[in-house]
Nanobody, 127 residues
Framework: QVQLVESGGGSVQAGGSLRLSCAAS????????MAWFRQPPGKEREGLSC????????YYADSVKGRFTISRNNAKNTVYLQMNNVKPEDAATYYC????????????????????WGQGTQVSVSS
């Protein structure tokens, strides 16, 4: 059984930093693209960032480009989202997801491409 577990969420002051982690069990992440999505209260879920299985291809939404960094440690079966210069509009529940397309060369921004999802971790931002 595949399980993705996000951690690292919490409360942060605007301008501060936070690092989210997504640890997998039941699935070796090293062959699959991974992504982070978020869902602010009362809004739809949006794709933030993704990373290919090798780490060679990444994508960032305009809203987080230059502030957030996605990375992966395949040896630890974990994906990270480093959030810097956090803004009030970054407050949301953050989800990681795995795309089980075997070693696709890039990564997708589309929710429907992702097969496994974590339960989410909440980030709140105080100004």
């Amino acid at each position: 059984q595949v399980q993705l577990v996000e951690s690292g969420g919490g409360s942060v002051q605007a301008g501060g930093s936070l690092r989210l982690s997504c640890a997998a069990s039941g699935l070796g992440l090293h062959n699959y693209a991974m992504a982070w999505f978020r869902q602010p209260p009362g809004k739809e879920r949006e794709g933030l960032s993704c990373i290919s299985w090798s780490g060679g291809s990444t994508y960032y939404a305009d809203s987080v480009k230059g502030r957030f960094t996605i990375s992966r440690n395949n040896a630890k079966n974990t994906v990270y989202l480093q959030m810097n210069n956090v803004k009030p509009e970054d407050a949301a529940t953050y989800y990681c997801a795995a795309d089980r397309t075997w070693r696709r060369p890039d990564c997708s921004r589309a929710e429907y491409e992702y097969d496994d999802w974590g339960q989410g971790t909440q980030v709140s931002v105080s100004s």
